[in-house]
């Protein structure tokens, strides 16, 4: 098939002809969708030679793969990205100005694929792009959820979840795959290690192309859809309920057995396709089922897709009859591990029933696993029954799906140094005594493809002109810029790109919310995940504190630089204080806004929907960078990278990857407060906290609770916050709110010295370029994956 992108003339001519022999119009009456359409199909055409000859390449020259699992790939809108990794970008651009088109426009008709929420999927998604621009096979594997996490409004200023169906709308960019189906049994019961009557269902793969920079090579993301299996005989609607909820939509809620179960089986079918996917094409390429550690490696990231491993150790065992402890060497010299979080709550464990009824043969190889790994244990002699115990791969009542990963990998690697350090000294200290060889740290990164080249065309445009354009492929060269941190040329074209970027925030906001930002105020911005470890509830209720202040004090009110504050997150829709939360934040940003007496100096917004697109708005815009955990809850973060990279200052603790942007940008370049990651685990080890005694003596904390009783006709109505914090404040909110308050106080007065703000951003996107996630796929590769390069 001829490649119409090649030249500017064919692609016009494909693109009218695509319009009329697809949709039956001529350019003038076609829609946005419809140019959209055929855009998309043109350009997924185009890749289709480059596709196949990476395919052929990696297969003729027997290179090694790594499958990377995921339960998310958040991968926002693929149209800019496919464009401009494939080089024809430009060509399309020229063609749209000449039939009076809008490129920009055409690309925001696609929706951002629902594949993904938070932090965890947009990594996965940087990996890829990485990988793939790095001449690297890495090969993502997860689920082709029908919807999406959810479409957030906020009504009445609660959360109202909506559904996201993406996949309404065709999704040009994958290749449905029927015959490379696997069939997975699920349910019935074990004899003599053989499944007997379970029920069978069918993964059909779909695979969605990943563009290398400009290089030709194409890898791809593979998603496993459900359907019903010819192997099932009873084909009920109570089967066909199933088949369409495991693949229907991300993260059901789990607050029932029904709900835990669909979860577990989501979590397993993924899992179990992708790696009979990969068996299957190694011995279809007449290799020994014995080399596959020669050939793959599995990652694991996070615990969801855990059962790779007995999965593996099945199929070894049961279908091509290898020994246990041969099994067991194959499978540990194939499955590497990353572990996101250090927050026990978050480390999946699953309740022993829902498991054994689902998964009998997983349980029973997983009960195998876990006995041998108690001898490993005893004969170690160093840990007593109490630590033997809470080590082990099963509990009382639950399956540890950690500890699984653990002791079935041949690598344990957290995603920034402090959080590594904390796996190795604290949460999983034991672990670490038993195999110190196994913990690595990957500290994250981003793609700056996306995040700088593709968001932020007048950043690009300045370093470019100051310091040429190597940095776009190596981007330790943006240290160059750091000479010119004090240069009135290159501070004043910084100034522009942050105004031009935070107009464009603030038309979005506009036109969407209706709430007006004055952009030459302080764009202060927190979006991430709602949770009570990030503190969005330290973030507004410091937003009242200012507020009650500007209303109170005539000389504070007389020095305040104007201040936009900018949140956006979505809760779990099972996770109630996270909803108040939202809540709390849009009913006092309400409040405020309206209030004539000072919205010239204060405004908040919370900002709906926050997905992949929104973001490409807010990350270029931002002046503060709030990242603010709780020391050491946040595994590593990845907006504080996106933020750095685009000029912002990051206003935060000492929590996860912060550590390593302070290391590297220098501590006078951002503003750090509130309790250290030691202070934090000694206030936890001795137990003796009283946030209430901080509030007792804290008249700034009193009139902040006073002014949230007063927000709703019933003075409890948030009392669920108010009480949690002055009971507990597990993540010591009450506790960093004086640090907080004087951090602020400190970038309000350095954001009026020009000069020196403006010095200080360009110091931290000099020192970005270590967290690009090239530099982190090439570390994972270079000590892990050990794969070789695809080269034509």
């Known amino acids: 098939m001829q490649n119409t992108m090649k030249s500017k003339e064919t692609f016009k001519q494909a693109f009218l002809d695509g319009l009329n022999e697809t949709f039956h119009v001529d350019i003038k009456d076609s829609t946005l969708y419809q140019r959209y359409t055929i855009l998309a199909t043109l350009l997924e055409a185009s890749l289709e030679e480059d596709y196949n000859k990476t395919c052929l390449t990696v297969k003729e020259k027997n290179l090694k793969k790594t499958i990377y699992f995921s339960m998310e790939f958040l991968m926002g ?36 694929a629902g594949l993904g ?77 053989k499944l007997i009557n379970p029920i069978w269902i069918k993964a059909v793969p779909y695979d969605v192309k990943i563009v290398g920079d400009q290089n030709h090579v194409v890898t791809a993301l593979r998603l496993w859809s459900t359907e019903p299996s010819e192997k099932q005989n009873v084909q ?147 840990f007593n029954r109490e630590q033997m115990y809470l080590m082990g791969l099963i509990g009382q009542n639950h399956v540890r799906m950690a500890h699984i990963c653990i002791y079935g990998s041949f690598s344990v690697n957290g995603v920034a140094e402090l959080h590594t350090e904390i796996l190795k000294h604290h949460e999983m200290k034991n672990f670490y005594m038993l195999y110190p060889h196994k913990f690595n740290n990957k500290t994250n990164g981003i793609t700056h493809r996306r995040w700088l080249i593709h968001t932020n065309h007048e950043l690009v445009d300045i370093l470019d002109e100051k310091i040429g354009t190597e940095w776009r492929s190596d981007l330790r060269k943006l240290e160059l810029l750091d000479w010119m941190r004090l240069d009135q040329d290159t501070q004043t074209k910084i100034d522009q790109m942050k105004q031009a970027k935070k107009q464009a925030l603030a038309d979005y906001i506009y036109k969407d919310q209706g709430v007006l930002l004055d952009v030459n105020s302080i764009f202060d911005i927190q979006v991430k995940r709602l949770h009570e470890y990030k503190r969005q509830l330290m973030n507004i209720l410091h937003i009242i504190y200012v507020y009650q202040r500007l209303k109170s004090d005539a000389e504070f009110k007389a020095n305040y630089y104007p201040h ?6 979505k809760a779990a829709p099972s996770y109630q204080m996270a909803k108040k939360v939202i809540e709390l934040i849009d009913t006092v940003s309400d409040i405020i806004n309206n209030d004539s007496e000072t919205n010239q100096l204060l405004k908040v917004v919370f900002v709906r929907n926050y997905n992949v697109t929104y973001a490409e708005y807010i990350m270029p815009a931002a002046d503060l960078s709030e990242q603010i955990s709780t020391a050491t809850k946040e595994a590593s973060g990845t907006g504080n990278m996106k933020f750095m990279m685009n000029g912002a200052i990051t206003i935060g603790t000492l929590d996860g990857a912060n550590v390593e942007i302070v290391e590297k940008a ?38 902040v609770f006073d002014m949230i009783r007063k927000l709703n006709p019933n003075p409890q109505h948030f009392d669920f916050i108010l009480n949690a914090l002055l009971n507990s404040d597990y993540f010591l909110v009450l506790k960093d709110f004086a640090s907080y308050v004087e951090a602020h106080e400190k970038a309000n007065e350095a954001y009026k010295n020009r000069s020196l703000w403006l010095s200080m951003s360009i110091t931290n996107i000099a020192h970005s370029g270590f967290f690009t996630s090239d530099r982190t796929i090439m570390q994972y590769n270079r000590e892990l994956w050990k794969m070789k390069k695809i080269q034509f």
């Not at 024809?88 to 426009?105: Q, S």
């Not at 409004?153 to 029927?178: A, G, R, S």
């Open 77 to 112: 809108r693929l149209i800019t990205n496919n464009l401009q990794n494939s080089g024809y970008y430009d060509t399309v651009k020229e063609a749209f100005k000449e039939m009076d088109l809008d490129l920009n426009e055409v690309e925001h008709a696609e929706v951002d």
């Open 117 to 193: 929420n938070g932090g965890l999927g947009r990594l996965a998604a940087c990996f890829l792009d990485s990988a793939a621009s790095l001449r690297l096979p890495l090969y993502g594997n997860s689920l082709r959820y029908q919807h999406g996490f959810f479409k957030q409004n906020v009504v009445n200023h609660k959360q109202v979840e909506l559904p996201d169906p993406w996949l309404d709308q065709p999704f040009i960019w994958e290749t449905k795959k029927p015959l490379e189906a696997i069939d997975i049994p699920l349910f019935g019961y074990v004899e003599n290690t």
């Open 236 to 382: 009920d609607d109570k089967y066909m309920a199933m088949i369409k909820g495991i693949s229907d939509s991300l993260y059901p809620d789990d607050s029932t057995d029904d709900g835990k179960t669909l979860r577990l089986m989501q979590s397993y079918v993924f899992s179990a396709a992708g790696i009979k996917s990969a068996i299957l094409e190694h011995k279809n390429l007449g290799r020994d089922i014995r080399l596959i550690p020669d050939f793959f490696t599995f990652q694991i990231n996070d615990t969801h897709p855990t059962l790779i491993i007995p999965e593996m150790m099945r199929i070894l065992m049961d279908e091509e009859n290898i020994g246990y402890d041969e099994a067991w060497d194959i499978v540990t010299r194939s499955c590497a591990f990353t572990n996101h979080t250090i927050l026990s709550e978050a480390l999946e464990k699953w309740n022993i029933q829902i498991f054994r009824n689902l998964l009998p043969r997983i349980f029973e190889i997983i009960a195998e696993m876990n006995r041998r790994f108690k001898h490993v244990l005893e004969a170690d002699g160093r």
């Open 564 to 569: 936009s504050f900018i949140f956006g997150a």
């Open 666 to 703: 220098g501590i006078n370049n951002e503003i750090i407060f509130g309790l250290t990651a030691e202070e934090v685990t000694n206030l936890y080890a001795h137990n003796h906290y009283k946030p209430r005694e901080i509030y007792d003596k804290d008249d700034r904390l009193k009139k």
